[in-house]
């Protein structure tokens, strides 16, 4: 699986923007980019995920490097409801899609402050 | 997004008994099962994957005999920690998907204290 790399921890203002890295420089051609965060005492949720296009949905926006090495998960205002560790996954789609696992690193935790 | 479920949320037990967790998906069907262990302040390590009606593959270092993981159903798997010790005291997540998804949903967690 590759590997990706992100900050430990990160801290924001609550109503500004977030801007979370992550570096994935030796992903592969088939590798889609997943982000699940995690709020304290409980289960993951998915975010956001992309293979080579910027993307958007209702939580956050996923901004993908044209060489595919790195990306950056934007949430847009900040809430206290967003503190929480969040996680840069490769996984390879191409075949079995969700039912490939995940396999999570240290992610980054983000603080907000009121 | 869909739902799963995980019974009970919180169990204490003692040293030596077993414990039973279920995974539920409520609204869709589950082809496929992930059993997740956290330890307090560390990420979520994988423990295992389940098929529907198929035997789990267990990723190296988690004993398959102490971890006993059951996949009858599409919306239903269980995780049997067989004679527990406290070193097992943590945090067990499940996941559940569906080859029409793309996402995991993940379950609420169980928190295990063995004493």
């Known amino acids: 699986d590759a590997k990706t790399t992100q900050p430990n921890s990160m801290e924001s203002n609550e109503e500004e923007p977030v801007h979370l890295p992550c570096n994935h420089s030796t992903i592969s051609g088939t590798d889609y980019i997943h982000w699940y965060r995690q709020l304290p005492s409980q289960g993951p949720e998915y975010v956001i995920h992309?293979?080579?296009s910027n993307v958007n949905n209702r939580m956050a926006s996923l901004a993908i490097a044209e060489d595919r090495k790195s990306s950056t998960l934007i949430l847009h205002r900040a809430t206290l409801r967003d503190a929480a560790v969040y996680y840069c996954i490769l996984r390879d789609d191409y075949k079995g899609g969700a039912t490939n696992k995940l396999i999570f690193g240290t992610g980054t935790l983000l603080a907000v402050q009121p | 997004g869909a739902v799963v479920s995980q019974h009970p949320s919180r169990v204490i037990c003692k040293s030596g008994t077993s414990v039973k967790i279920e995974c539920r998906s409520l609204d869709f069907q589950a082809t496929t099962m992930f059993w997740y262990r956290q330890f307090p302040k560390q990420s979520l390590m994988l423990m295992a994957t389940?098929?529907?009606?198929?035997?789990?593959?267990?990723e190296q270092g988690v004993e398959k005999d102490k971890f006993l993981i059951n996949h009858a159903s599409l919306t239903l798997s269980t995780l049997t920690v067989t004679s527990a010790h406290p070193e097992d005291s943590s945090f067990y997540i499940c996941?559940?998907?569906?080859?029409?998804?793309?996402?995991?949903?993940f379950g609420p967690g169980t928190r295990l204290t063995v004493t």
């Open positions: 996941s559940a998907s569906g080859t029409t998804t793309y996402e995991q949903y």
């Open positions: 389940s098929n529907e009606g198929s035997k789990a593959t267990y």
């Open positions: 992309g293979l080579t």
